[in-house]
């Protein structure tokens, strides 16, 4: 308990899923937590289930005025950021051959210049912090490709590169700010449950195959916490998957 006491947190795509699981398990370690989100009943529902120790704001991670009242609202209430978890996306299928100019840029836009924004807001706020920890939630899509994700498949590999520039580019200036990214596979969660129709499908189900590529929210969450927490304080740059050895499996 307590691994993250003291420390100021903003996730993203709070609301739900993996997002809002992350804001959970930091919280009760100790964060105080920021949640932001686009979906404002269900943001402000998970930020009131923690309590007074979290802050919900409307945000379109896209928005660089938006970014910037995030980091604004975030200093005025906690005084200070010491991490941030990069958490939300839209995931869209479609392949090389079926994905249009306007899918293409929508999911860049969001995906893409969404984690740009926030780390390189981040940065300067936890710059006067003394420091900090960026996570930021790629996917195995971004390591090895997956051929009806294109432009998703794309934006992750972009959020995967940026997270080693960002890593490099703060170990050189001396900012203590470390800087990796979270690589799932199949992820239980709404946004995924989507694609199969809707369809929620227990854990417990999914688990009792050891083959099993949909992990739950909360696998993620331990690592979101092991990276946002001091205990990781020489990892920077990391590619970390979560994925059951699918990507390594070649199936």
């Given at each position: ?76 209430r906690f005084g200070r950021l010491d991490v941030l978890v990069n958490n939300a996306a839209i995931l869209a299928m479609a392949n090389i051959e079926d994905t249009s100019l306007e899918l293409w ?98 854990q417990d189900v999914l688990d009792a195959d050891p083959k099993n590529r949909m992990c739950a929210p909360r696998d993620i969450a331990n690592v979101v916490l092991f990276l946002a927490s001091d ?21």
């Open positions: 308990m307590n691994r993250m006491q003291g420390k100021v947190c903003i996730v993203t795509g709070a609301a739900s899923g993996i997002g809002r699981e992350d804001a959970k398990l930091l919280a009760a370690e100790g964060a105080r937590v920021v949640l932001t989100d686009l979906n404002e009943e269900a943001g402000r529902a998970a930020a009131a289930e923690i309590g007074d120790n979290a802050l919900f704001i409307r945000h379109d991670i896209a928005s660089e005025d938006d970014w910037k009242q995030v980091i604004k609202l975030t200093l005025e840029r929508k999911v860049q836009t969001i995906n893409g210049d969404g984690y740009f924004l926030g780390c390189k807001h981040a940065i300067a706020a936890m710059k006067d912090s003394g420091g900090g920890s960026i996570v930021n939630m790629s996917s195995v899509a971004a390591l090895g490709g997956m051929a009806e994700f294109c432009a998703y498949s794309a934006s992750k590999g972009a959020v995967a590169a940026l997270t080693r520039s960002i890593a490099i580019h703060c170990k050189n200036h001396g900012y203590r700010i470390r800087c990796n990214s979270v690589h799932p596979d199949g992820v239980n969660t709404p946004m995924t449950q989507a694609l199969a129709g809707g369809q929620a499908i227990p205990e990781s304080r020489f990892i920077n740059g990391a590619e970390i998957r979560v994925d059951n050895a699918q990507l390594i499996g070649g199936v």
